[in-house]
C-alpha cells in the first residue's frame, strides 16, 4: 500500500518509520510540496490543527474517497487549560464535516511520539486508538499499525474522538507539569 | 483521620479497604444509613452518579467546609455512546456548583475497582488521578491514597475533570466491547 503523510516533523517522522517498518511506501509531503499530489491510499495529516483548514482548501477535493487520518490535539496553548474545538466536537468531527467525501479516522493523537518510534510505554506495548465510522477504513489502519509492530485497538465511533482529544489532552498537561515523561503517558493495558 | 465512605457497593468497599489499610479510621454509610451523620474529615461519593442529587439534597449542609470526593461517571447507560452532563461540563463540576461550601475533589473515577484492590492495572501501578481547585484538599487525599498503598497524580484544577471523566467513559466502553478486561485500563506510566 501506499500511505501519504503530510507533516515532516517529529510525528510524521515517527510515522513514516512506522510505515516503512510495515513494508509499505511512504510518501513523506512537507511544507514545500504544496504543488504534490497526494498519492496514497491513505493520507495521514501529521500536522498542527491549525493547519488542518488549509490542508482542506488546498487538497480537500483529492481527498474525497480515500482514508484521512487526523492527528491533531487542539489544544489552547495560550491557557492550556482547555482544547478550541467547541466541547461538544472534536478536531475529528471538523474534518469530517469539511471532507463529507472521504474516511475520516482519528488515531494516533495519544501516543507521544517517542512511544510511537520506541513501541512502549514504559513497560507496556504503544497502542494505537482508532476511532471513526467506517470499519473498512479503520481495519485498514489497523493493518499497517499492526504491521509497523504496533498495537491497534478500535475505539468506536468518529464521535469517541472527543474522548481520545480529551486523553491526549490531560496527558499533555501531566507532562507540561513534569507529573509523567514525553515518554510515558496513559497506556493501555488489555 | 476518619474518612467517611457513603455508598457499599464494589466501589465502596475497595476504597474501605485502601483507606483502611493506611491506617485511617473508615465510616462506611449504606443506604439504609441515610439517618446517620457523615463524620469524616473527608467523605467519598462512592455512588452512581444519579445519586448524588439525593445526598446533596439530605447531606448537603453537613458537608460545608469538608473534602467531598466524588467518583461518579455519569455515563448514559441507555446509549453508552455519551455523558449525561452537558459536555462542557462534569459531574464534578456540577457536584460543586450545588455544593459551594465544601472542597469536593474528583478522584478514583478512571481506576476500575478492581485495579484499586489488586494495587496494579496489569503490571503497572495504579494511579489515582485526582483533580480540584484547592491543593491543600488535594493533597490529604493523595496521602490517604499513598498510605493505602496506590500512586497518586494531581491532575490539576477541577475543570480537568472533564477529561478524567471522558478517560473513563472510553476506558469504560473498551470493556464493555471486550477489547480491555474490567481489571486492566488507562494505567499511568510516568
Known amino acids: ?7 515532516t516533523g517529529s510525528m510524521g517522522q515517527a510515522l513514516s518509520s ?11 509531503l512537507g511544507s514545500a510540496d504544496q504543488g504534490t499530489e ?6 495521514v495529516l501529521a500536522v498542527p490543527y491549525p493547519a ?16 484521512v487520518v487526523d492527528i491533531t490535539n487542539p489544544v489552547d496553548f495560550a491557557t492550556f487549560d482547555s482544547l478550541v474545538v467547541p466541547a461538544d466536537s472534536s478536531a475529528a468531527a471538523e474534518l469530517a464535516a469539511a471532507l463529507p467525501e472521504s ?25 494505537v486508538l482508532i476511532a471513526g465510522d467506517d470499519s ?6 489497523a493493518d499497517v499499525v499492526t504491521a509497523g509492530g504496533l498495537q491497534a485497538v478500535d475505539a468506536g465511533s468518529l464521535s469517541r474522538a472527543r474522548e481520545l482529544e480529551s486523553i491526549a489532552f490531560l ?20
Chains 1, 2 share one sequence.
Open 136 to 141: 473498512t477504513a479503520k481495519a485498514t489502519l
Open 38 to 43: 497526494a498519492t496514497g491510499d491513505v493520507v
Open 171 to 190: 496527558q499533555m498537561t501531566l507532562a507540561a507539569a513534569e507529573k509523567i515523561s514525553w515518554s510515558g503517558g496513559l497506556a493501555l493495558v488489555s
Open 52 to 67: 488542518l483548514r488549509e490542508i482542506v482548501e488546498q487538497r480537500g477535493a483529492s481527498l474525497a474517497g480515500r482514508i
Open 1 to 7: 500500500m501506499n500511505i501519504t503523510i503530510i507533516g
Open 103 to 127: 474516511h475520516v479516522l482519528k488515531a494516533f493523537n495519544t501516543t507521544f511520539g517517542s512511544t510511537l518510534t520506541s513501541g512502549a510505554v514504559g513497560d507496556v506495548p504503544t497502542t
Open 18 to 28: 512506522l510505515v516503512a517498518k510495515g513494508g509499505h511506501d511512504v510518501q513523506l
